[in-house]
């Protein structure tokens, strides 16, 4: 089983609709959870940071959290063809040294 | 630019040569991590520094490979010897501390090895 486990996709969504986002992760003792978004050929670029169970809002993008079902989302509201890329789910796992564990990642993309 | 810098930004290498890849943290930072990306593969964490001290590298190839976060100067990520699947993009991410904190990304330096 991977550690942080993502759905590779392509996900595609038609502009305006909300994109919907899902990764799991093995291990229970994680503690902080983070989305980033990487253009192709780019850097990955931070978007969400949750550690606490439930939702957190930040304009467009909702994260969510669910530690017992070992499960993070990021939702997309109201998508735009700029937010088509590749998503990163990565997870903090309890070493407490900080290094970041990664998903595959998914790729969107918003369709005109 | 009080962001993460890095370089060079590309950086090709015959095999056999030496690469050495530097990074900035970002302003108020004093962790840096590196991590690398293969082609077509997930990013990977090799190792984590904190000034003039290797925290964790439980990523790092065994040989070959090391790194360094002097009191002064940016941190380097040395490869001796490259051989052509070294070829990757090396992001380095810097933060403020380690836990529930983030991590900002530099640009990368994308290491060619011919």
């Known amino acids: 089983q991977k550690e942080v486990e993502q759905n590779s996709g392509p996900l595609s969504v038609p502009e305006g609709a909300i994109a919907s986002l899902n990764c799991t992760y093995s291990?229970?003792?994680?503690?902080?959870f983070f989305w980033y978004r990487q253009y192709s050929g780019k850097s990955p670029e931070l978007i969400m940071f949750?550690?606490?169970?439930g939702d957190k809002e930040d304009g467009r993008f909702t994260a969510q959290l669910n530690k017992a079902s070992q499960y993070v989302s990021l939702l997309i509201r109201d998508s735009q063809p700029s937010d088509s890329a590749t998503y990163l789910c990565?997870?903090?796992?309890?070493?407490?040294?900080?290094?970041?564990?990664f998903g595959q990642g998914t790729t969107l993309q918003v369709k005109p | 630019n009080a962001g993460v810098m890095q370089n060079p930004r590309h950086l090709v290498r015959r095999r056999g040569q030496e690469a050495r890849l530097r990074c900035s943290p970002m302003?108020?930072?004093?962790?840096v991590y590196w991590y690398r990306q293969l082609p077509e593969e997930g990013l990977k964490f090799m190792v984590y520094?904190?000034?003039?001290?290797?925290?964790?590298e439980s990523g790092m190839p065994k040989e070959r490979f090391s790194a360094e976060f002097p009191k002064e100067g940016p941190s380097i990520l040395r490869i001796q010897q490259v051989v052509r699947g070294d070829s990757a993009a090396y992001f380095c991410?810097?933060?403020?501390?380690?836990?529930?904190?983030?991590?900002?990304f530099g640009p990368g330096t994308r290491l060619t090895v011919t």
């Open positions: 991410a810097s933060s403020q501390g380690t836990v529930l904190q983030e991590q900002y």
């Open positions: 291990d229970r003792g994680s503690q902080s």
């Open positions: 949750i550690y606490s169970n």
């Open positions: 990565a997870v903090n796992p309890p070493s407490n040294t900080g290094k970041l564990i």
């Open positions: 302003k108020g930072h004093s962790h």
């Open positions: 520094l904190q000034k003039e001290n290797i925290i964790d």
